[in-house]
């Protein structure tokens, strides 16, 4: 079955720096990818959808690129904010979407 | 804006009773979901429904049941609440037919502990 792998432990940056995120995945590719942003005590909130036939999408400071031949996306936020501190889902859209577990991002003062 | 909105934000609920978790969308979206969400295994599929009295189940619906009567209305049951099913609920919908290539608007979660 499909595995989606993001990283279990906190990223920790300092702010005005660029948070990358991982999210890898095993077997096929799905059609699409998709990034969601989730507060402590709510629901997941969607932030950017990824073809897989683009390699880059950007949207304000966000930037997600998706590689089928490494089976990853990276994340990144530019200048990052505390504001940013959250975490971050990858979902992959099949017939349904399945959602990794998330990476908690901080981002420091 | 699209607004997902869950009966309750906390629910204490003792083992055997039987549990309702009422989510309403208010942008009369096709597709409707109900997730848990656990520590370390993210969010995980119980039920969708893609229209008025539809349903299909999703990766883990066993001891779950949903009803849908209305397009703007999606409840999930616990027929008999055990304490493995102490979780975070969590309600979204969906505009365009099929759940590949849309976006989803989630509810702000219904955390149940079940004792």
């Known amino acids: 079955s499909q595995k989606i792998e993001q990283n279990s432990e906190a990223l920790n940056i300092q702010e005005g720096k660029t948070a990358t995120l991982t999210c890898n995945y095993t077997n096929y590719s799905p059609a699409y990818l998709q990034w969601y942003r989730q507060d402590p005590g709510r629901g997941p909130v969607f932030l950017l959808l990824?073809?897989?036939?683009?390699k880059e999408k950007r949207k304000e400071r966000l930037k997600v690129t998706f590689d089928t031949t490494l089976k990853q996306s990276l994340f990144h936020i530019t200048a990052s904010q505390p504001a940013d501190s959250a975490t971050y889902l990858c979902a992959l859209s099949y017939n349904k979407l399945i959602f990794g577990a998330g990476t908690r991002l901080a981002v420091h003062p | 804006d699209v607004k997902v909105t869950q009966s309750s934000r906390y629910l204490v609920k003792r083992t055997g009773e039987k549990v309702f978790l009422e989510c309403v969308q208010d942008?009369?979206?096709?597709?409707m979901f109900w997730y848990r969400q656990d520590p370390g295994l993210g969010l995980r599929l119980i039920y969708f429904?893609?229209?008025?009295?539809?349903?299909e189940k999703g990766d883990i619906p066993e001891g779950y049941s949903v009803s849908r009567e209305k397009k703007e209305r999606f409840s999930l049951i616990l027929e008999s609440a055990s304490t493995n099913q102490t979780s975070m609920y969590l309600c979204?919908?969906?505009?365009?037919?099929?759940?590949?290539?849309?976006?989803?608007?989630f509810g702000p979660g219904t955390r149940l502990t079940v004792t």
């Open positions: 429904s893609y229209d008025v009295k539809m349903k």
């Open positions: 942008m009369d979206h096709e597709n």
């Open positions: 990824i073809r897989e036939n683009e």
């Open positions: 979204a919908s969906s505009l365009t037919p099929g759940q590949a290539r849309s976006e989803q608007y």
